[in-house]
């Protein structure tokens, strides 16, 4: 019980931070070694599941209120917080998969307590009919398609956001990372109560002062960063697509393309992609 109890404040402690959740707890319903941590989705509601996380023999098995398909969303922005939650459980890699690789298999048994991370990979790999893949982020972004076709389960060594942890970590330990950014090379940083944008490739700034407030769309690879009180859309990898002026950024999601528009100035950018 020692380390559940430690992972239980640990997940408090940083989700307390961020949600108006209720916290989480362990379920004594549940009579074997594992343990059922979830979260309500708002106070004073006991229905709404955020997330159910149970202890196997060497594993975490989480569930969400997601589908499986949305962590192929190119916003990525469910695939961040799984990475978040992974390295709270001092994990840093994610194995995606559908309820068919989980609990409504019939091939995987996930009743049975007992079972370790190596047989659950095998019964998993059985019933795709071929060893589990590796995912390829790059390739989800890159997909022309609104929706990327993906298989139903993966490993995802995570090693976008771990080279972005690590450049982090060893070269700007005085600074505090608020939002490692759902893809890309930027991550948000803070400082003495003040915000700076790093691009984690080039080990620069993207702007050389501090900002005031980064928006992440999560969605089609913009944001907008704020400062005195004008704003300026930047694209996933840092480049700056228009200069800092008055207004802010809004999305809209148009037949075949994210718009990006600034009302109050008129620019407009755009991200395409295609239907099946």
């Given at each position: 019980?020692?380390?559940?109890?430690?992972?239980l404040?640990?997940?408090?402690?940083?989700?307390?931070?961020?949600?108006?959740?209720?916290?989480?707890?362990?379920?004594?319903?549940?009579?074997?070694?594992?343990i059922?941590?979830y979260?309500?989705?708002?106070?004073?509601?006991?229905?709404?599941?955020?997330?159910?996380?149970?202890?196997?023999?060497?594993?975490?098995?989480?569930?969400?209120?997601?589908?499986?398909?949305?962590?192929?969303?190119k916003?990525?922005?469910?695939?961040?917080?799984?990475?978040?939650?992974?390295?709270?459980?001092?994990?840093?890699?994610?194995?995606?998969?559908?309820?068919?690789?989980?609990?409504?298999?019939?091939?995987?048994?996930?009743?049975?307590?007992?079972?370790?991370?190596?047989?659950?990979?095998?019964?998993?790999?059985?019933?795709?009919?071929?060893?589990?893949?590796?995912?390829?982020?790059?390739?989800?972004?890159?997909?022309?398609?609104?929706?990327?076709d993906?298989?139903?389960?993966?490993?995802?060594?995570?090693?976008?956001y771990?080279?972005?942890?690590?450049?982090?970590?060893?070269?700007?330990?005085?600074?505090?990372?608020?939002?490692?950014?759902?893809?890309?090379?930027?991550?948000?940083?803070?400082?003495?109560?003040?915000?700076?944008?790093?691009?984690t490739?080039?080990?620069?700034?993207?702007?050389?002062?501090?900002?005031?407030?980064?928006?992440?769309?999560?969605?089609?690879?913009?944001?907008y960063?704020?400062?005195?009180?004008?704003?300026?859309l930047?694209?996933?990898?840092?480049?700056?697509?228009?200069?800092?002026?008055?207004?802010?950024?809004?999305?809209?999601?148009?037949?075949?393309?994210?718009?990006?528009?600034?009302?109050?100035?008129?620019?407009?950018?755009?991200?395409?992609?295609?239907?099946?």
């Open positions: 019980m020692k380390y559940i109890n430690e992972t404040e640990l997940l408090n402690s940083h989700y307390s931070q961020h949600y108006i959740f209720d916290q989480f707890e362990y379920d004594e319903r549940y009579n074997y070694d594992a059922r941590v979260q309500i989705i708002e106070k004073n509601e006991d229905t709404g599941i955020f997330m159910d996380l149970q202890l196997y023999n060497g594993f975490w098995h989480v569930e969400l209120g997601y589908h499986y398909c949305q962590y192929f969303f916003n990525l922005w469910l695939r961040q917080q799984l990475y978040e939650l992974a390295k709270l459980l001092g994990e840093k890699e994610i194995w995606p998969c559908s309820e068919y690789y989980s609990w409504n298999s019939a091939t995987v048994n996930l009743e049975d307590e007992s079972i370790d991370f190596d047989t659950w990979k095998q019964q998993a790999s059985k019933e795709l009919g071929m060893p589990i893949p590796t995912l390829d982020i790059e390739e989800v972004l890159n997909c022309k398609y609104y929706f990327y993906a298989e139903g389960v993966y490993f995802d060594p995570c090693s976008d771990n080279e972005k942890m690590d450049v982090c970590e060893s070269l700007f330990r005085e600074y505090k990372i608020k939002n490692l950014l759902s893809c890309g090379p930027c991550v948000l940083l803070e400082k003495d109560n003040r915000l700076f944008l790093l691009n490739k080039t080990k620069n700034f993207v702007i050389d002062d501090y900002i005031d407030e980064l928006v992440d769309f999560y969605c089609g690879y913009r944001f960063a704020v400062k005195d009180g004008k704003s300026a930047f694209d996933r990898f840092g480049n700056q697509l228009s200069k800092f002026d008055v207004g802010t950024f809004k999305m809209e999601l148009g037949r075949d393309a994210y718009l990006f528009k600034n009302e109050q100035t008129g620019f407009c950018d755009s991200e395409h992609y295609e239907h099946r």
